[in-house]
């Protein structure tokens, strides 16, 4: 079984709970791993992931800015996900108290109470089987996550490609989010969430997303690693209608062929001469 929980670093936990948590920072990538590293023995660092073993569980430990990843930037939160049968609430409790942070139980949407931290939803489970013969950095360690990331921000276009005045592309809204995150889950069916965040595990390559749960969806950005990246990110794009903007590149790298010049072109051409085309915005 899995659980997972956040660290930030609030002012009042009550009021974060109440009006919305607004984290400080709790420092760079760097500084967050050093400060981690006494305090969890064993943990292994690559980049803004990190992983360590303990008595029964594994923790996966993901640093993130403004609900993104933190690869150059200050880190605002921590997401903990946890697997095992093991009991790491102790562990938690130490390390957030050691550093005057708070831990927050993705599953309650409470705040730990880190002097009598029994009342969070922590079910332990079965460890998943680890494969024979590899060693504790290769199983820490996925192929996908030995690969740069590439940030990607999903469109659904209106027409081709086309910049306005702000230098955004013309579209439609992605749609409603619950809408949205069942298409993502029909393209993916391995796509798992915990709230607003969800991932997918496709054989070596792996999917991040960040979905706000509720209200209309104009674009999403998510992260992909991997050798078969570009083509979950067309077996994602192909039955949505979305495509694929690559913030690197500056460049699609997926545009779905109803948002192809040449398809519209031939639209277009199949109306009478004295019909206009204009965009519908």
Same mark, same amino acid.
């Given at each position: ?123 332990? !489970?079965? /460890?998943?089987?680890?494969?024979? +013969?590899?060693?504790? @950095? ?5 192929? #996908?996550? %030995? &690969? ?26 992605? !749609?409603? /989010?619950?809408?949205?995150?069942? +298409?993502?889950?029909? @393209? ?5 969430? #915990?709230? %607003? &965040? ?48 690559? &913030? ?34």
């Amino acid at each position: 079984m899995a659980w997972t929980a956040t660290i930030y670093r609030v002012d009042d936990e009550a009021n974060a709970e109440r009006y919305g948590i607004e984290p400080r920072i709790l420092g760079g990538t760097e500084a967050v791993w050093r400060r981690l590293r006494p305090l969890l023995p064993g943990l292994y660092c690559h980049g803004w992931e990190g992983w360590v073993v303990g008595d029964g569980w594994r923790m996966q430990l993901s640093l993130w800015t403004r609900m993104a990843p933190a690869v150059r930037s200050g880190v605002d939160a921590i997401q903990i996900e946890v697997i095992g049968d093991g009991d790491p609430l102790g562990v938690l409790v130490d390390v957030c108290q050691e550093t005057d942070w708070a831990l927050f139980d993705d599953e309650t949407g409470c705040f730990v109470d880190l002097d009598d931290p029994a009342g969070s939803s922590w079910v332990g !489970g079965p /460890a998943p089987a680890l494969p024979q +013969r590899r060693t504790l @950095a290769m199983m820490l360690l996925p192929e #996908s996550l %030995r &690969r740069s990331w590439r940030e990607v921000v999903l469109y659904d276009l209106d027409g081709a490609p086309v910049q306005d005045d702000q230098g955004l592309f013309r579209r439609f809204p992605l !749609g409603r /989010a619950e809408d949205v995150r069942e +298409r993502i889950n029909t @393209a993916l069916p391995s796509a798992v969430w #915990s709230g %607003r &965040r969800g991932r997918a595990d496709l054989g070596a390559s792996r999917v991040l997303f960040h979905l706000k749960e509720r209200g209309l969806v104009d674009t999403m950005r998510i992260w992909v690693a991997g050798p078969d990246a570009d083509a979950w990110i067309s077996a994602l794009c192909e039955p949505t209608g979305w495509s694929a903007w690559e &913030r690197a590149s500056e460049a699609f790298g997926y545009l779905h062929p109803t948002s192809e010049e040449a398809v519209m072109q031939e639209l277009v051409a199949r109306y009478p001469g004295n019909v206009i085309a204009f965009p519908s915005r």
